[in-house]
């Protein structure tokens, strides 16, 4: 069976904390994973990865893909409150079907 | 571009009634799905659609029909509501094959009592 794991679950940080939000995967047929950021909305996409040891980096945020471990990390560098959410990450297999992970609670307080 | 557009935002049902969640996409993209979303839980698949006339069964579609007459429409029905499928539903559509990029809806939270 397909399964997404994301851990830690929840994560409280004061700001200017990095953080490592981590993500690993069984999916039979992988074809990419993508990370996604849920304030009390809909997710939001932030990143999308491929291929191994290649890293995607927005701002403070930079994610990173292991196809051999099969895990993928996201990390927040100096953290703000506004980063407080919910970060998801998601596999898609080559039928095009996403499984998600539980996504891991980040609260950041000043 | 309106996006991804869903009804209504919120409804209460009582257990056995029927309804359904629309969901519609201006942007063209063939690849359309339905998730709920429970705490603890994350995102789960319950149908999805690559492109009009063509639908399958996700993750949990014990409960649910969809249909897709056309490319931008994807409602979701439930035939005789549950208090398990108290959720919030989310719609997403993505171009199929060439995009990554699933462009979600703002959701549906639905009551059931």
């Known amino acids: 069976e397909d399964k997404v794991v994301q851990s830690p679950l929840s994560l409280v940080v004061h700001e200017g904390d990095t953080v490592t939000l981590n993500c690993s995967y069984e999916?039979?047929?992988?074809?990419?994973l993508l990370w996604y950021k849920q304030e009390k909305k809909a997710p939001t996409f932030l990143f999308m990865l491929t291929s191994s040891g290649i890293e995607k980096k927005s701002g403070r945020l930079s994610s990173i893909l292991d196809k051999k471990e099969l895990f993928s990390i996201l990390n927040i560098t100096a953290t703000q409150t506004g980063d407080s959410a919910v970060y998801l990450c998601?596999?898609?297999?080559?039928?095009?079907?996403?499984?998600f992970g539980t996504g891991t609670r980040l609260q950041v307080f000043p | 571009n309106a996006g991804v557009t869903q009804t209504p935002k919120f409804q209460v049902l009582k257990t056995g009634q029927s309804m359904t969640l629309q969901c519609a996409q201006d942007m063209n993209h063939e690849y359309m799905s339905w998730y709920r979303q429970d705490p603890g839980m994350g995102l789960r698949l319950i149908h999805y659609?690559?492109?009009?006339?063509?639908?399958d069964q996700g993750e949990v579609p014990n409960g649910y029909n969809v249909s897709r007459s056309t490319t931008e429409d994807f409602p979701l029905r439930l035939l005789s509501a549950a208090p398990s499928q108290t959720s919030v539903y989310f719609c997403a559509s993505s171009q199929w094959g060439t995009s990554e990029t699933q462009y979600f809806g703002p959701g549906t939270r639905l009551l059931v009592l």
């Open positions: 999916v039979t047929n992988f074809r990419s």
């Open positions: 659609s690559v492109g009009a006339g063509i639908t």
């Open positions: 998601a596999v898609r297999n080559n039928t095009d079907k996403l499984i």
